[in-house]
């Protein structure tokens, strides 16, 4: 089992800059790949970014290509998710997911087995 608390959330105003975080407990050796999704209001969770503890490679969703980085300290058994030029649209409920084995599809939620409860962010115009 693997145990996942974000932290970071919050408001700001479009282009403004947060930096999320995610720390892992537990069974932390089991978590080969590291993801953020996020959900808006009548919307399907969708795919951020994705990194792997072991070698790093990382992904993103085309929205947030050059505004967002995933990085990982495998010694905090953290995550994290910094965000720039945040703009509206990027409102919603943010998601960190931990997969134990590599994924064909990062963007998919069935490649990961653990999720943490959420924390939410919102960009005003």
């Known amino acids: 089992q693997v145990r996942l608390v974000e932290s970071g959330g919050g408001s700001v105003q479009a282009g403004g800059s947060l930096r999320l975080s995610c720390v892992a407990s537990?069974?932390?050796?089991?978590?080969?790949?590291m993801g953020w999704f996020r959900q808006s209001p009548g919307k399907e969770r969708e795919g951020v970014a994705s990194?792997?503890?072991?070698?790093?490679?990382?992904s993103y969703a085309d929205s947030v290509k050059g505004r967002f980085t995933i990085s990982h300290d495998n010694a905090l058994n953290t995550v994290f998710l910094q965000m720039n030029n945040l703009k509206p649209e990027d409102t919603g409920m943010y998601y960190c997911?931990?997969?134990?084995?590599?994924?064909?599809?990062?963007?998919?939620?069935?490649?990961?087995?653990?999720w943490g409860q959420g924390t939410h962010v919102t960009v005003s115009s």
């Open positions: 997911a931990a997969g134990t084995l590599p994924a064909g599809a990062w963007w998919d939620r069935l490649e990961y087995a653990y």
């Open positions: 537990g069974n932390t050796d089991s978590a080969y790949l």
């Open positions: 990194t792997y503890t072991h070698g790093g490679s990382t």
